[in-house]
């Protein structure tokens, strides 16, 4: 009868050992996991703050345009991660680093096929993989560049200053 209970005593010991059980890790382990998935901080949940998004046309229809998207975000409570630009669904370019400026230079966005018609989308992710984003749409920007080739053209005339109050360039 000893023989049998020292017997499982010692095949529960090697299994345990075996198995790397024991009764203070795991429950220190336990205890780790349940602290980490009882988090009741929220704040881990907000997205980045994207403070200010905006582009700057540049050039013209001799020199190639260039418009140049710049993205102010940050996350106080993870920290930012990277910004991400995309034409349309294509990803174009992503930026990393923990502050801005975010900058992403695109040459010649009118040679792309069919640029009216797409979006850019700008998307900041903090730390934490939570993200915000902001679109621009590029048509938006294409009659930003008519207007300037107009001025080019004529800069002086009456209808570009009517133009320009309307468009508030």
């Known amino acids: 009868m000893k023989n049998k209970i020292f017997r499982k005593i010692m095949v529960c010991a090697i299994l345990i050992s075996f198995l790397g059980l024991s009764t203070v890790p795991l429950a220190g382990s336990i205890s780790t996991k349940i602290d980490i998935l009882k988090n009741t901080d929220t704040n881990f949940m907000e997205p980045p703050v994207i403070k200010d998004a905006y582009w700057e046309l540049t050039g013209s229809n001799s020199q190639g345009w260039i418009v140049t998207f710049y993205v102010d975000c940050y996350d106080e409570t993870s920290g930012m991660n990277r910004v991400e630009y995309e034409l349309g669904d ?22 792309i096929e069919d640029w009216e018609n797409k979006i850019i989308r700008i998307t900041a992710y903090d730390n934490a ?39 508030k360039f």
């Open 90 to 111: 294509e990803l174009m370019y992503t930026d990393f680093g923990p502050t801005p400026p975010y900058i992403w230079i695109l040459e010649n966005p009118f040679d």
């Open 129 to 167: 993989g939570n993200s915000d984003f902001v679109i621009f749409e590029c048509s938006e920007i294409k009659s930003k560049s008519c207007v300037r080739i107009f001025y080019q053209i004529f800069p002086n005339h009456p209808i570009f200053q009517i133009l320009i109050q309307l468009l």
